[in-house]
């Protein structure tokens, strides 16, 4: 029985895929980014993440765009996931496609390393820390502060 459900599942996935009617004419997928700007503009920190991914390597289409790669890694990033975070701190870090910034390239970091744990807390937190270096007391209590803020980051120097 088994095997021939397996077989059924073959033939419809080499006839077009279930859920379509026999002759009918395929529906043309939206292509992949039209597919994640679509779910970006809707708030998906994972697809935003990933346009600003390839808004920065400028793939699938985009063009590279370091302004827009921020824009996208701060909008997930303000959803609280971790890579972004860590990717603005490196483009703040680094002055890429933002004014370089060492408080919030410290906070960015600061935020990512308390969502992450493992190999990737431990990277991110010697990214910290090398930036933490660069700060002044004054200027690390108030990195440290705003981390410990809550909410969105909207600054964008």
Known sequence: MAGSIVHIAVVLSMAG????????????????????????????????????????????GLPQDLFQAAH????????????????????????????????????????SASHLTGGDRETVIEMRDSVGEKLTSGQLAKAQAMAKEPGPVSRQE
């Open 17 to 60: 895929g279930f859920g379509q009617t026999p002759g009918a004419p395929a529906v043309p997928r939206q292509p992949l980014r039209e597919r994640l700007l679509e779910r970006a503009l809707k708030g998906d920190a994972v697809a935003q993440f990933d346009l600003g991914k390839d808004y920065e390597g400028g793939r699938i």
């Open 72 to 111: 996208w890694y701060r909008e997930s990033a303000n959803r609280g996931d971790p890579f972004a975070e860590a990717s603005l701190g490196i483009f703040y870090n680094f002055g890429k496609g933002v004014e370089r910034d060492y408080v919030l390239a410290y906070m960015w970091f600061e935020r």
